[in-house]
């Protein structure tokens, strides 16, 4: 992986997390989120988005339901410290000032 995919991907991972908060109930289904991505300059495939949302659930950033075609993630409360800057985690982009 290069340098800047790497960027990319921990940039897309730290929008997903953005995007959780401002979704009612801090919950929205990868279809959902791989259009708003792609509003913030991320054409991803649906596919790379689920990868990200399950490396995000390892990290203990969102929670999972496998609902059929889509994953629905929930934003746990890491995820919104990690979101607001007040936690890192390697391979998330620290958000800016």
């Given amino acids: ?3 800047y995919a790497d960027y990319l991907r921990h940039d897309m991972r730290l ?3 953005r995007l959780l908060v401002e979704m009612p109930g801090y919950r929205a289904n990868s279809s ?3 259009t708003a ?3 913030f ?6 596919d790379q988005v689920k990868t990200e949302l399950h490396w995000l659930a390892e990290q203990g950033a969102v929670t999972l339901d496998d609902i059929g ?5 929930a934003l746990t409360e890491r995820g919104q410290d990690i979101a607001a ?3 890192r985690v390697p ?3 620290r958000p800016g000032a």
């Avoid at 300059?41 to 649906?46: E, L, Q």
């Fill in 1 to 3: 992986m290069t340098p």
């Fill in 15 to 17: 929008v997903i997390l």
């Fill in 32 to 34: 959902v989120l791989n």
């Fill in 37 to 39: 991505l792609d509003n």
């Fill in 41 to 46: 300059g991320h054409t991803a495939s649906r």
């Fill in 69 to 73: 075609p889509v994953l629905v993630a």
């Fill in 85 to 87: 800057g007040r936690a």
């Fill in 91 to 93: 391979g998330i982009k």
